[in-house]
């Protein structure tokens, strides 16, 4: 049982590159979440999917977009990096949205040049 | 919009004492409230939850509520170095989200 699992753990992307941060769970939860962490601001939700099929924006959300691929997978793209997406990543799941506990994965530190 | 608020710190406490950390929230329908624990360079680890007023007590730990002053705490007896790390308080206000506060830095000194 491996919980959330994100790939990859760090990545190093040049202005206007696009990329995909994958993110699985185990868990059989049926919500998903993608934060993005920055010093001094704190977790901040950029995009979840409180069910597979269904995603919705969060805090941040400009400049990413999200797949709820299966129950298992959601991913995050950003399709034109800039410096400002410079963070740390964290995907984290949950049995349902609202009241439950959320799981968070290892993260990915995404450097934009 | 919703606010969890929570001093940065960092809190000091020397090696088995008890650590203090608390948290306000602005939302008054909020209906749970987590703990969670980030080491430098990890990422956030649930370690206590609460719903309903009063103490939940697990091991070590125990979480405080007062809805009515929008109030949480969180408790460490006996802390040890190994309980140095950020404590981020989470709240759910009924809808799919959580909010975070940004974190007390915890350092307990041998």
């Known amino acids: 049982n491996a919980g959330v699992t994100q790939t990859p753990k760090f990545q190093v992307l040049k202005t206007g590159q696009s990329m995909t941060l994958q993110c699985a769970q185990d868990m059989n939860h049926n919500s998903m979440y993608w934060y993005r962490q920055d010093p001094g601001m704190g977790l901040r939700l950029i995009y979840y999917?409180?069910?597979?099929?269904?995603?919705d924006k969060g805090e941040v959300p400009n400049g990413y977009n999200v797949s709820r691929l299966n129950k298992r997978e959601f991913s995050l793209r950003l399709e034109s990096a800039a410096p400002s997406q410079t963070s740390v990543y964290f995907c984290a799941s949950s049995e349902t949205s609202g009241l439950n506990e959320q799981f968070f994965g290892p993260g990915t530190r995404l450097t934009v040049l | 919009q919703k606010e969890v608020e929570q001093n940065s710190g960092p809190l000091s406490v020397p090696e088995g004492a008890i650590a203090s950390l608390n948290c306000t929230y602005s939302?008054?329908?909020?209906?749970?409230f987590f703990w969670y624990r980030q080491y430098s360079g990890k990422s956030p680890e649930l370690i206590m939850s609460?719903?309903?007023?009063g103490d939940k007590e697990d091991g070590r730990f125990t979480a405080q509520l007062n809805k009515a002053s929008q109030y949480v705490s969180l408790l460490i007896r006996d802390s040890q170095p190994s309980d140095s790390a950020t404590y981020l308080c989470?709240?759910?206000?009924?809808?799919?989200?959580?909010?975070f506060g940004k974190g007390t830095m915890l350092l307990v000194s041998p």
């Open positions: 609460i719903y309903s007023n």
């Open positions: 999917s409180a069910s597979e099929g269904t995603t």
């Open positions: 939302d008054r329908v909020s209906q749970s």
């Open positions: 989470a709240v759910n206000s009924g809808y799919s989200t959580l909010t």
